[in-house]
């Protein structure tokens, strides 16, 4: 296994309260595969991977569980360990490209710099790597755009730099956090395909964390589906989409445009809203807004379940169901 999260917990300590952002998360990644973790705003993905990255911000801090990268737990290692391991075994590339591209330098000089630092080869051996992984990622011209600046080139462009700055290094785990919303459709499917095709050529495993279900079908091979910072079902792909079991998974799986579905009727959408952080429900995080509610739901949390390598968090498929 590349990758295993293991009860893993973060909170952010507010005036009002505590936020529990990630509580108690677990899955693994294995290498070469793409895992998706899926979920309305605030579910917890973006934290969930600023926290296997060492990337949180105060007050947020990790209270609890393990992040075991190839057996070693990366909760342990300190500043500088870590920063070692970001860009030289695991990448990030987030949903907007300004913010991890510096306004001010060349396209070049950043992709340099970041390969002289962890692969160790001279300026030289780096703006050849620098301009070879520009073209692999689809930027026409690429030695003559390398001297641009980022804010001469489009959003799709400066996306494509992201990747090949994320790439650069060969990194064994790639966390890609929502990298085509902020693009059009079009370049949107672009990026994907592209991700798709590094994926292989490096034999690399990526975390996806996106908010739609549409995406995940044509990329992952496990899907991870969080509600209120706790994992509701993990199964593999085909099998969510065949089989999902949780009510929130069916409620995100209704909600996807068909392309085929030209009917007048408005596209379903789950009642009701995300609870405040401070403010959860007791028992069961989606009983507010859950079609199947019962009683005890109100009151328990529903364990996480395997059923079969289908793990799911609903009291439906707990075992021990009350009699109706
Ligand atoms: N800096 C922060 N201070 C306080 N609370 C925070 C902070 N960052 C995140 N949170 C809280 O943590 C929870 C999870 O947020 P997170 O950003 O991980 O959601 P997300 O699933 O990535 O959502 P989105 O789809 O909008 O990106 C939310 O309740 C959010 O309010
Ligand atoms: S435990 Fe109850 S409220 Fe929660 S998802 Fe299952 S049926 Fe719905
Ligand atoms: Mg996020």
Do not use: W
Not at 40 to 67: A, C, N, R, Y
């Amino acid at each position: 296994m590349l990758l295993e999260v293991k009860n893993l917990k973060t909170e952010f300590k507010m005036r009002k309260g505590i936020v529990k952002a990630v509580d108690d998360v677990s899955f693994s990644i294995d290498q070469g595969k793409v895992l998706a973790v899926v979920g309305e705003s605030g579910s917890g993905k973006s934290v969930t991977s600023l926290s296997i990255m060492g990337l949180l911000q105060d007050p947020g801090k990790v209270t609890g569980g393990e992040v075991l990268f190839k057996g070693e737990d990366l909760l342990q290692k300190n500043k500088k360990e870590m920063q070692a391991i970001r860009g030289h075994h695991i990448s990030m590339i987030f949903q907007e490209p300004m913010t991890s591209l510096n306004p001010v330098y060349k396209i070049k000089d950043q992709l340099t710099e970041s390969i002289m630092l962890h692969m160790k080869l001279s300026k030289k051996e780096a703006l050849e790597r620098a301009v070879e992984m520009l073209e692999l990622v689809g930027i026409p011209s690429a030695r003559e755009r390398a001297d641009e600046y980022p804010h001469q080139m489009s959003g799709g462009m400066r996306q494509r730099v992201m990747i090949a700055m994320a790439l650069a290094c060969n990194p064994e785990l790639l966390i890609a956090d929502e990298p085509t919303t902020a693009l059009d459709v079009t370049i949107q499917a672009q990026i994907l395909e592209l991700l798709g095709e590094m994926r292989k050529k490096f034999n690399m495993a990526v975390l996806l964390i996106t908010h739609d279900l549409g995406v995940v079908s044509e990329t992952a091979d496990r899907v991870v589906v969080m509600y209120c910072g706790k994992v509701m079902e993990n199964a593999e792909v085909k099998e969510i989409f065949a089989n999902p079991l949780h009510p929130y998974t069916n409620g995100l799986l209704k909600s996807i445009p068909s392309l085929e579905d030209d009917s007048e009727e408005p596209l379903y959408m789950i009642r009701g809203m995300v609870p405040n952080p401070l403010k959860m429900p007791s028992g069961c995080p989606f009983s507010d807004r859950c079609e199947k509610c019962m009683e005890r739901c109100r009151q328990e949390m529903p364990d996480l379940v395997d059923i079969g390598g289908h793990e799911v968090r609903c009291f439906m498929y707990s075992g021990e169901k009350e009699e109706a």
